[in-house]
């Protein structure tokens, strides 16, 4: 009876780990949808600044119970049992899942970056007037705030992190999150580092679906023909000509650039 009852409080701690990791994320992303496709009703139905209160009050508690949910996982919770440790918490991750992570890091970061204002190197060299050998130094912000690479007149022309996703601010968390889950040495945190890329997945084909029913926005289909949710896809399926030779002229490179020094630190010190 001993052995049985210890038994089945681990399995039953083990269950309350994987609930609590997927709860919060999935009941972020059912309240979003439910409120946000119901949108019209309810803004008749009790006003513009009541529904956004109503909005925001759910999307806070969804929140909050993620956040919880981590520390429950982290701190409260009895260590995880065998069968759901994919390795010891004191062990470095295999080679595979650090490569993975990187690369989802990679790419999470790099995004993100090119939200930031365009970073330059604060010193450039001009030469002189033709014929004179001499050169002098010019001391430069170190942010290019006149960055007009993206501009264009087209208002359907895809650039930038276009290219890649039509949302490319969830996806770059949602890529992160992918990372972390990879190095993740329990299946429960696991779980919940995707929770990210399940509200950039399912959150942004709602969206679209919203918008391309003229529900709280517009998805033009000459913009929608020639994008994706799904990072890449647009481009691997060949809905743009010249992409990967557009998003390497249009992206910021020395941001880029910082984005992947700072992933290749960060698993780096996880896989020691």
Known sequence: MTILSATSRKLGNSHSMVRWAAGGWTFFVVENAVLSENRTWLIDSMGDDNYHAFYGTFSTIATVSIGYA???????????????????ANDSPPLAAGIGSWICMSVGLVMASQVAPTFQIPVSFSSGPT???????????????????????NSFEVRGLERISRHPGLWSFGMIGMSQSLLAPIIPLQIWWLGPSLVAWLGGSHTDSRFRRGMGGMLHPEYDCQTSNIPFLAMITGKQSGCWE????????????????????WVLRRMR
């Not at 981590?70 to 010891?88: D, E, G, Q, V």
């Not at 004179?132 to 264009?152: G, H, M, W, Y």
């Not at 557009?246 to 630190?265: Q, R």
Request: charged share 25%; net charge positive; proline share 6%.
């Open 70 to 88: 981590y520390y429950r996982i982290t701190r409260k919770m009895p260590p995880a049992s065998a069968h759901l440790r994919r390795w010891n």
């Open 131 to 153: 014929g004179n050998a001499q050169s002098s130094i010019q001391v430069r912000c170190p942010f290019d705030f006149a960055d007009k690479r993206l501009e264009t007149n």
């Open 246 to 265: 557009g998003l390497s002229k249009e992206i910021k490179p020395l941001n880029a650039a910082l984005a992947l020094a700072a992933s290749s630190v």
